[in-house]
Structure formats: C-alpha cells, structure tokens
C-alpha cells in the first residue's frame, strides 16, 4: 500500500509562492490519482486540486484556479502543487492523499474514496 508524505509548506507574505510536495513510498503514484485538501481552523476540510491516474488530467477548485498548479513527476514518485499570488485565506494544513481517481475530490465525503493521507503540511499567509 502506498504511504505518502507531505513537504514545503511554511510562511510567506502575501503574493508570495511556495511549492508543496507529497512524496509516496511503497509503491507508484503514478496508480493513483493524487489529491490535495486544506483544512483552515475551525473549517472543514475541502478539495484544492487533483490529478488523475492515466491521462493526468488536472482538476481545480474555483478559489484557486489560475494561482495553483497540480504536477506528478513519476521518476521522483512525487506530486507537487505549485501555489502561486497567495493569499492570507490560503493559510491552512494541505494534506495529499491517494484514489482510484479523482471524481470526488471536491465532494464533502471525499474520504469515501481518498482513503491513503498524509500527516500535512502547514502553510501560513500572512504580513
């Protein structure tokens, strides 16, 4: 079974970019479709971005459409997400996590589905 580690968060101004990593171990990601969440204090936890397994097709909720970018690099075995124009509302843990695909990333019960997570990583926006 794949485990998946995230990396790459931090604290940045406004504006600023940061690229998150989730590295996985025990086998391909490359199987999986990969999705990354975030969860703000006293929020639930919501779908940012998601990559399909086979044809890589890219999936964006529509607050961070056109600032982050979602990436599978196979011969790392790692996905990244590129956050760029950050905002002070992007402050929370991102978590990746693995699913047959990627039809629920942004649903309440995605965790039907993305059964594999990571620990998270923390990003903070602010002045």
């Known amino acids: 079974q794949v485990h998946v580690v995230e990396s790459g968060g931090g604290l940045v101004q406004p504006g600023g970019s940061l690229r998150l990593s989730c590295a996985a171990s025990?086998?391909?990601?490359?199987?999986?479709?990969v999705g990354w969440f975030r969860q703000a204090p006293g929020k639930e936890r919501e779908g940012v971005s998601c990559?399909?397994?086979?044809?890589?097709?890219?999936y964006y909720t529509d607050s961070v459409k056109g600032r982050f970018t979602i990436s599978r690099d196979e011969a790392k075995n790692t996905v990244f997400l590129q956050l760029e124009s950050l905002r002070p509302e992007d402050t929370a843990v991102y978590y990746c996590?693995?699913?047959?695909?990627?039809?629920?990333?942004?649903?309440?019960?995605?965790?039907?589905?993305?059964?594999?997570w990571g620990q998270g990583t923390q990003v903070n926006v602010s002045s």
């Open positions: 990559i399909d397994e086979g044809d890589d097709h890219t």
């Open positions: 025990e086998a391909s990601l490359s199987r999986y479709a």
């Open positions: 996590a693995t699913a047959p695909g990627c039809t629920y990333y942004n649903d309440p019960y995605h965790y039907f589905v993305f059964t594999t």
